[in-house]
């Protein structure tokens, strides 16, 4: 199924936040967040059990439990299942290390066997408190992409986690699956596979102002070539394009700073936002269904719909190309 036809608009909520990304957030905070999302008109959500160890598919949960189940779109991920037994050791979480050091104390056991997507979906089912999933999205196959580990893990979710979605997409259990990343590489292989074949994938943090080369050079061509569409996560690219300090999970390096530097000052130079900017560039993609920035403030839900609905006159985007604060290849709003 079109990603573009299952999804009710082009503006998502991303719920990693929820998970107490970065910091504790109250339960009433996120609850009133998520409220704030629904009252404004959002209706797709996004969430997944490692966030927090489940916190926020349970945040998210409770709110959703108000809501009519056919009025809304709702995603999660598959490869972390839930455990029932506290961590006692540090997880080893590579480059999101740290990422949810508030969130439930629970164990996480990374696989993507068919068995661990079958208890993936069951635990999310519960923590959500809904009798359906519409989208599904195997997570992360892989931090790196060296050596026989990589590959195992691969094959591993392509016999395990591939196959059992694909028997829920053709049964109508679901409504869609694909893969939910932050690197292109793993949707590269999946879409050159001939079989299982996925609807579309959501790429966190590979297409957004500051980093958008490398989907342009492989992926994104394949994708439009096969009509697979594209979820964009974490377009303010772990919050630096929206104020915040973070790049890529971590404190943005004094080049990322620097970068940023500029395309604000462009920004400002043409009175616009750079977080309309931020949204505006990721949507502008043919293979772009929807874009699904996170949030931890009701505040914040309105400025996303602000700067998705922003007018950003052409000029912005011929000075942004002429900067070379785009690559050659990146589509935009208006051909400059």
């Known amino acids: 199924m079109s990603l573009k036809n299952l999804l009710p608009g082009r503006l998502g909520f991303g719920t990693a936040p929820l998970g107490n990304m970065f910091r504790a957030i109250p339960d009433e905070e996120a609850r009133a967040t998520v409220e704030a999302a629904w009252d404004q008109g959002i209706r797709y959500f996004d969430t997944a059990p490692f966030y927090g160890a489940g916190l926020a598919e349970e945040r998210l949960g409770q709110v959703l439990a108000t809501k009519p189940r056919d009025s809304y779109v709702l995603s999660t991920k598959v490869g972390r299942v839930i455990l029932d037994e506290i961590e006692t050791d540090v997880p080893d979480f590579g480059e999101k290390g740290g990422l949810f050091e508030h969130g439930n104390p629970n164990k996480i056991l990374h696989e993507w066997t068919a068995d661990a997507t079958e208890r993936s979906i069951e635990g999310s089912l519960k923590r959500l408190g809904v009798d359906r999933l519409d989208i ?133 130079k043409h009175g616009i936002s750079i977080k309309a900017a931020a949204l505006q560039f990721s949507l502008a993609h043919p293979v772009s269904a929807a874009v699904i920035p996170g949030a931890t403030r009701p505040s914040r839900i309105a400025e996303d719909l602000s700067a998705l609905n922003e007018k950003i006159p052409a000029a912005f985007w011929h000075d942004l190309r002429a900067a070379n604060l785009v690559g050659p290849a990146a589509p935009l709003p208006d051909a400059a």
């Open 136 to 268: 599904v999205w195997v997570h992360e196959i892989a931090q790196d992409f060296h050596g026989d580990a990589w590959i195992g893990k691969f094959e591993e979710a392509r016999t395990g986690a591939f196959r059992v979605l694909s028997r829920l997409r053709d049964e109508g259990v679901i409504k869609a699956w694909g893969l939910g990343v932050n690197k292109t590489e793993p949707i590269e292989l999946t879409l050159a596979l001939d079989e299982p074949r996925p609807d579309g994938f959501l790429l966190a943090g590979r297409y957004t102002l500051l980093d958008h080369e490398h989907a342009l050079q492989r992926l994104l061509p394949m994708a439009q070539e096969q009509g697979v569409e594209m979820v964009v996560g974490g377009p303010y690219s772990s919050g630096i394009l929206a104020g915040g300090s973070h790049f890529e999970y971590q404190q943005a390096p004094p080049e990322i700073i620097e970068k940023v530097s500029r395309l604000k000052a462009l920004a400002e």
